[in-house]
């Protein structure tokens, strides 16, 4: 399985201070433009939407992002197809583990991989692209607990 299945590193774009994709922090790009709350995932369980900010990220707030990001994927077959080929996931698999904090993990950093589909995000549902690292560092770090558990 290669690494971005296993939830381990950024796909290369490092979440220290860098931001996501090259964007950087501070919001450039879409940063809060786009019709929040729009799309699988815009409300989360009890009202709830996904942080729109770039600060720390709890748990619930990052398994919303990831539960919505992997809508994103999967509202379009040639966006979760290339992300099937690049995980080597089968989409059983992915039917299995979809709400694992490791399988949303690896969708963030399927993100934080790629800008533009990153940015495209991030005005899909009216949040800042560099609001994915925290979210992505917070299910990393979930999942890597379960896994010593």
Known sequence: ???????????GTGPGGTGPGGTGPGGKGPGGKGPGG????GKGPGGKGIDKGGGRCDLDAAERMGIAALGFLAEDAS??????????????????????PRMLAAVLEHMLGDEALLLAFA???????????????????????ASRS
Do not use: C, Q
Not at 1 to 11: E, H, L, Q, V, Y
Not at 38 to 41: D, L, S
Not at 128 to 134: E, I, L, Q, R
């Open 79 to 100: 966006r979760l197809g290339h992300f099937l080929a690049l995980t080597g996931l089968g989409p059983a698999e992915l039917m299995a583990e979809a709400g694992s």
């Open 123 to 145: 005005a899909n549902h009216g949040i800042a692209p560099d609001s994915v690292v925290p979210a992505w560092d917070a299910l990393v770090y979930e999942a890597a607990s």
């Open 1 to 11: 399985m290669n690494r971005a299945a296993a939830g381990t590193g950024p796909g």
């Open 38 to 41: 729009k799309g699988p995932g």
